[in-house]
């Protein structure tokens, strides 16, 4: 089974609070100090999910395409020592600024270029945005099915059954290959890669296409091309009052705020 | 005429309350001049004259029977067939299973953006002008739309929903638009819900990794109980397996704002407080002074949960 998997590199989703700043007047975030970015979290997991398919329909191909800086080879890079086979790095000035909307544009024409596919994975969202739309995007572009949000993932080479997590549950849902699927942290654990897969992932190829490459218009990407224009960014203001509650031991300091929530009627 | 479309949802005793905060939210728009309000609900025509009675001006029963599966794909037909029939040019969702799915995909189909986890929403310039929430909580970006449709999804809990007035009048119209999905539904689990909803809760008693121990939910629960909540669970919880997803709270689980908010051995990640920094009254039982949920708590006791749980449940038992 051909399994494409769509990878994103962000900044590390865990930068506490107090490093997260924002350059207002450019709508950027400001790369903390010291923090590297990371591969999105979920997509490590869709990667896993991609070989063990591999594994279970006897072999295939999995290819890895991330769109952003070259930096991006990094999260490619992870793919690979996990133990993807190739990896696309789609490059191009003109993609700095764009939306979610865009990128699934550029990656779907990534997709095509591929050529053969029978399975398309992602994470179900980009830590960085938090928009959870590029999966559906491809799904829409490229006129196969998607099913979004999954716990688990088995195909037998023509379909895919997968657990869906909902609010309140979860769904089994089949759909015809080729589909899109988004998966989940409910997922469970990718593998971590090690040094040997990390040297052999080395020599892997990554290629890099362009806009150019891609068949992009000049109307379909740079920022002004936004479908969702970025009007402002800015990091809400949180305030603390906290009381910290008084007592010489754990015991006291529970009776205290028992007192305290009851005085304030919320007990 | 410009308008506004939102899809309402069904749930297992009704209509979801999401459904009501997005007609406040629609109401709003349009008395900034987004136009009439048109409400879309999978069910049926009494139902929609329950949207009416919300805030909404005109409500569609939609009927086909493939918008049960809650699938966006299901869903995409009937939401077309309302935009065209209601003239919308703005459609909002809920930030749900069902949201998250539909969204995105009615958003391409047209050609168009979709802003995720709005949670304000105003009319600049006869356009939609939305703020949502990125960066994992972190961040807040206003957005608009190139296209003429504008699709966003609002946050739970960001709007109020109005009080139902059964006064109201408006135009209740039935569809049976929808499609069968070429995704196919081979069977839905429930998560067992005891007690109170956790989104419907007035105290929301949460434990995170801290706890160490999942038989330290039990724990929590008894508390829970004492105070006729429900019991939530940070994602590093759920993910070691110790309490179902379905009790996650944050940004990629529930959204919850209680009176009362007690974050048992969670640090305050700012996922976790996506889902509950609406919360009226927080309190922070943490070993970690510096922890973040410390931080924005009103209340807080800096110790190991393991003796102060046990002591305040058996301080609440004392004051009855
Ligand atoms: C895209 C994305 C989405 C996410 N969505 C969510 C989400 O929806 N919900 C969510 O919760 N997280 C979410 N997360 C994860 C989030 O970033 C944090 O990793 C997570 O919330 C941490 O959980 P925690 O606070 O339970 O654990 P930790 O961060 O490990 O904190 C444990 C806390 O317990 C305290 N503690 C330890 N022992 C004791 C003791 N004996 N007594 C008292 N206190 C003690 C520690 O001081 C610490 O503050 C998401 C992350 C990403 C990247
Ligand atoms: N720039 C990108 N390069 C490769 N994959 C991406 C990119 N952006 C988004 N994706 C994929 O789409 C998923 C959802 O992202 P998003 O819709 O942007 O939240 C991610 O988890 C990735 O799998």
Redesign the pocket.
Known sequence: MNII?????IPDPETPAASFKVDEAAKKVIPAQGIAPVV?P??PQ?TEAALRLKDATGGGKVTV????ADS?RDAIKHALAMGADEGVL?SDPSFDGID?FQ??VA?SKAIEKVGEYDLI??????A???????????GQLLGIPVVTIAKAIESDGSSVKVERVLDDGFQSVEAPLPAVV?VSNEFGEPRYPQLRQIMLAAKKTVQVWSAADLGLGADETGEPNRWLPLEALYVPKVESNVEIIEGDTPEEKAHNLALKLRAAKLI | MPGILVIAEPNEGGIAPVSFELIAAARQLSSEGAGNVTALIAGSEAEAQQLIAHGADAAIAATNPALKTGLGEAYLPAVQAAIESSGADIVLMGQTSLGRDLG?ALAFANKTAVAMDCVALAIAGGRLRATRSAYGGNARAEVTWKAPLQVATVKAKSFDALEADSARSGSVSTSDAGADPKVKVLGVSKAESTGVRLEDAPVVVSGGRGLGDPSAFGMLEELTGLLHGATGASRAACDLGWYPPSQQVGLTGKTVSPDLYIAVAISGASQHMAGMAGSKNIVAINKDADANMVKVSKFAVVDDYKKVVPALIEEIKKLG
């Open positions: 998997v769509c990878v994103k590199q999105n979920f997509d869709a395409i991330s769109l952003g991006a789609l979610n990128t699934a990656l994975l992602a994470g179900r969202s980009a960085d945005w938090d928009m959870g739309v590029v999966p559906a995007g491809l988004s | 995105p």
